[in-house]
């Protein structure tokens, strides 16, 4: 009877343990950028195509489809770096700063926006840095817990190559898009928000650490999905 007990409790046991790693396996493996340099990633990029699961960001993109100057700068020892960003919205020039934090996982980053409560994940998928890079954001709203992805496609200048356009549909495919829907931004130039008074609005990531002090990431079990600019 003892014997019998202790088959049926290593029974029950086994199936919580493949329970627990079902569990695991279907958390997404989202790979970053091999060998990740931060400083060649940081400088001037321009935002040329994107595509959303959230309809109210696409909607907006839709009414605006206009390539967005960023401005990515790193100081030395810290845990974050700046990402500016510049473009023509209602008529006028705008800009918004916004601090992305650092993880132990080279390629990713994170930052908090409080006004949607949705904490963003931005991987860089691929980049060969003097020309394009991929960008992969997945965010989740609380306490609503809805989730959302966005791809990015960055260049060093206003346009890109057939190819690297292909290679970025290849990618909004992988992640469950559709490239029929991917939003080219239109070339209207750079605009100079000082010239016309505007201020730059910042966000920071949630939390901050000393010079030195990174956490260890605890968050690469969790799937966060974007969405920072609307409602979804």
Not at 55 to 76: C, S, T, W
Request: with cysteine; glycine share 8%; proline share 4%.
């Amino acid at each position: 009877m003892q014997r019998a007990l202790s088959l049926v409790s290593l029974l029950v046991l086994g199936s919580a343990w493949t329970l627990q790693a079902a569990h695991v396996l279907t958390e997404p493996l989202i790979l970053t950028q091999e060998n990740f340099d931060l400083g060649r990633f940081m400088g001037k990029w321009y935002e040329v195509a994107v595509v959303s699961t959230c309809p109210h960001y696409m909607q907006r993109k839709r009414g605006n489809p206009i390539i967005a100057a960023l401005e990515l700068q790193h100081v030395p020892c810290e845990d974050n770096f700046t990402m500016m960003g510049t473009s023509f919205r209602n008529g006028s020039c705008k800009q918004m700063s916004t601090v992305h934090g650092l993880t132990t996982t080279p390629g990713r980053f994170y930052h908090h926006v409080a006004r949607f409560g949705a904490d963003v994940d931005s991987f860089v998928v691929h980049s060969n840095y003097d020309e394009y890079a991929m960008m992969l954001l997945l965010s989740t709203e609380k306490p609503s817990g809805n989730k959302t992805t966005t791809v990015k496609l960055y260049s060093r200048n206003m346009n890109v190559r057939a190819a690297v356009l292909d290679d970025f549909k290849t990618l909004v495919r992988q992640h469950g898009l559709s490239d029929d829907t991917i939003i080219m931004n239109q070339n209207k130039g750079e605009c100079v928000p000082g010239e016309q008074g505007t201020k730059p609005i910042t966000t920071q990531p949630q939390g901050g650490r000393p010079c030195g002090t990174l956490e260890k990431d605890d968050r690469h079990t969790n799937t966060y999905q974007t969405k920072i600019f609307s409602h979804c």
